[in-house]
């Protein structure tokens, strides 16, 4: 009887332990089955992300790579990729040549601009400023202060950031003239030397910028003036049909007689010595007249577009008297003081206009290997006087800087800054503002 009740008890220890082994295997495998699908949820979402960030990168290198490793794709993308480069300068060499055998009367559309070589130019502004507007303190919708009006509506604007003078569409013909508002404008103001400068802004459509040098309201008016358009500029006389050009050309790099629809600002620049002008636009000297013929004697700014659909804009107009060669001022001397370097609003950044003068006394310095100078800065009174004194120290360097980069070897310049401390003229007149916004070059 023992005997039955162990083995019976042996019976249902071994039916217990096999159906809690077979729970524990069950339980066990759905464990494991709940983790394969984890697994599997990561694993393809990883493919996923992946696959989206292999489109990105296809997208900004222009090469489809969606599938990573993919040889053939790969392939195909750098065919098309060469195919397409061969395209673009099948396209460019086309454009070259046809720009090439263009006559100089087609009406062809200039598909390039020219390349802007400062390097090369050889503008340097007077010393002495006559008159000097940039715009400064200026109300918008007003009148410009420093000018008086001929005739059409002209007045103060921002644009492109920047206060400007604007000549209005008024009518079917926009534009109109202004002079300089001064006291003695029915005299011959302007010296046997002088320069003139000022930026203008050319829009999609043509139009034309005018210099008269007299004062077409108070003095005689002259019938010879100076016309810009955005790609050439001629000095003739006025007179719709009756127009007669002393002399025209175009701006280099431009071959057709269509307009260069590229909006964009260009400074231009007039230079007379008794005789001789020079106009320049940008970096390149367009009209050389050995003898204008007639004595200029003060100036008219004006804006003209035929059609009427565009507008004028111009800004920081200086007229200033000519001076002796900087060579001999330095002889004389020991330095030479310098205008004609200009920089952005309270920065160091050289404009471009300004390396007519840096060109000039590089050249100087190439031809006299004995010089050295002390390249000096110097500000106006506006703003504080720790600013100011940075300021000028910083400019200094950038054009020492600029030279050395041109050529000059470093151990043969110096520079600093004198800030406000040392002005040349009165701070109460954007005349003598600007004659005190200067760089010196000190003998060393």
């Not at 030279?403 to 800054?417: E, N, Q, V």
Request: overall charge neutral; charged content about 30%.
């Amino acid at each position: 009887m023992k005997n039955l009740k162990f083995i019976l008890s042996i019976i249902v220890v071994i039916s217990l332990s096999t159906s809690t082994h077979a729970q524990f295997i069950d339980k066990l495998a759905k464990k494991a089955e709940k983790k394969v699908e984890r697994e599997a949820e990561k694993r393809t979402e990883k493919r996923v992300n992946k696959g989206i960030d292999n489109v990105f990168d296809g997208v900004e290198d222009g090469i489809d790579e969606t599938v990573e490793g993919d040889p053939e794709k790969q392939k195909e993308a750098e065919k098309q990729k060469e195919a397409e480069k061969k395209s673009t300068e099948k396209t460019n060499s086309q454009t070259k040549k046809e720009e090439t055998n263009t006559t100089p009367n087609a009406e062809v559309v200039v598909k390039q601009e020219p390349t802007l070589t400062w390097n090369k130019y050889d503008f340097v502004p007077g010393t002495e400023i006559i008159f000097e507007d940039n715009q400064e303190g200026e109300q918008n919708g007003e009148f410009p202060s420093k000018w008086d009006l001929v005739s059409g509506s002209v007045e103060n604007a921002n644009f492109d950031g920047q206060n400007v003078i604007y000549f209005i569409k008024c009518n079917a013909n926009s534009g109109g003239n202004i002079i300089p508002l001064l006291k003695n404008s029915k005299e011959d103001y302007l010296p046997e030397e002088f320069t003139i400068e000022f930026d203008a802004y050319f829009g999609a459509q043509s139009s034309s910028y005018y210099v008269n040098l007299s004062d077409i309201k108070n003095q005689a008016k002259l019938d010879n003036s100076m016309r810009a358009d955005d790609k050439w500029i001629r000095f003739g006389k006025n007179g719709g049909e009756h127009e007669q050009d002393i002399e025209r050309k175009f701006y280099p790099g431009f071959s057709g007689a269509k307009n260069d629809v590229t909006s964009k600002w260009r400074h231009i620049a007039l230079s007379f010595n008794k005789r001789a002008l020079k106009v320049y636009m940008d970096d390149a000297r367009i009209i050389n007249l050995p003898n204008l013929g007639y004595n200029p004697t003060g100036i008219t700014l004006g804006y003209h577009n035929p059609g009427g659909t565009t507008v004028g804009y111009i800004k920081n107009i200086r007229i200033a008297k000519g001076a002796v060669p900087l060579y001999d001022k330095f002889l004389t001397d020991g330095k030479f003081v310098t205008t004609g370097i200009k920089f952005d609003v309270a920065k160091a950044t050289i404009k471009p206009e300004s390396m007519g003068t840096i060109n000039y006394v590089v050249k100087m310095m190439q031809d006299h290997p004995e010089l050295k100078f002390s390249v000096e800065g110097h500000t106006d009174s506006d703003g504080a006087d720790a600013a100011n004194q940075s300021l000028s120290e910083a400019r200094a360097k950038a054009v020492k800087e600029t030279m050395i980069k041109a050529g000059i070897s470093a151990d043969r310049l110096t520079s600093k800054g004198h800030g406000e401390s040392k002005p040349m003229a009165g701070n109460d007149t954007p005349e003598g503002k600007a004659q005190n916004r200067r760089v010196e070059f000190v003998k060393i």
